[in-house]
């Protein structure tokens, strides 16, 4: 269930991607003569995001691991 889940998320994510890397390219602005740093991360933004959304999700549904005394005080 949870792997389906966040392959679901990981295809959105990287449709999202592709659409909003196609804009950037149109909208950049020219580097002309100043050096641009090109070099590649160990994850890439796709990777990122999911990551991040996944999380997310996960803290929806377990607060108390993060926050546990704050979470107590609430209930």
């Given at each position: 269930?949870?792997?389906?889940?966040?392959i679901e998320i990981l295809v959105k994510v990287d449709?999202?991607?592709e659409e909003f890397d196609l804009e950037i390219k149109k909208h950049q602005l020219n580097s002309g003569n100043y050096k641009v740093r090109d070099r590649k991360a160990a994850l890439s933004d796709r990777e990122i995001?999911?990551?991040?959304?996944?999380?997310s999700q996960w803290l929806i549904y377990q607060p108390e691991?993060?926050?546990?005394?704050?979470y107590l005080r609430i209930l």
């Open positions: 269930m949870l792997r389906d889940k966040i449709d999202f991607c995001i999911t990551i991040l959304i996944a999380f691991v993060l926050l546990p005394g704050a």
